[in-house]
Nanobody, 126 residues
Framework: QVQLVESGGGSVQSGGSLTLSCVASGDTFSGYCMGWFRQAPGKERERVAIIGSKFSTNYDDSVKGRFTISRDNAKNTLILQMVSLKPEDTAMYYC????????????????????WGQGIQVTVSS
């Protein structure tokens, strides 16, 4: 399995920007579908964006046009660039990896079959 460590979170004002990074180790990063998920207090964990092993991407409607997911296979790194942040983006953000066969599957399969980072807090104030 792959081990994941997130960085780059923090606090910003509404309209601000942050970039999250996730460094992978322990397995062949390029072979995984990667995703960013988030969980706000009192809410279920939700998928934010995913990027396949062949670089196809998919975004939740709430972040389309504001967030960009990318990967650098040479550096075993997953990136989430976030602009025009809103208070409702406040959450713990998690990096996850899963085998490509599960890439487009709902969160419950990522939870069962995926590898997860510890999470990093993003706070957006109004």
């Amino acid at each position: 399995q792959v081990q994941l460590v997130e960085s780059g979170g923090g606090s910003v004002q509404s309209g601000g920007s942050l970039t999250l990074s996730c460094v992978a180790s322990g397995d062949t990063f390029s072979g995984y579908c990667m995703g960013w998920f988030r969980q706000a207090p009192g809410k279920e964990r939700e998928r934010v964006a995913i990027i396949g092993s062949k670089f196809s991407t998919n975004y939740d409607d709430s972040v389309k046009g504001r967030f960009t997911i990318s990967r650098d296979n040479a550096k075993n790194t997953l990136i989430l660039q976030m602009v025009s942040l809103k208070p409702e983006d406040t959450a713990m953000y998690y990096c996850a990896a899963i085998r490509p066969i599960y890439c487009g599957e709902p969160y419950r399969l990522w939870a069962e079959f995926g590898s997860w980072g510890q999470g990093i807090q993003v706070t957006v104030s109004s």
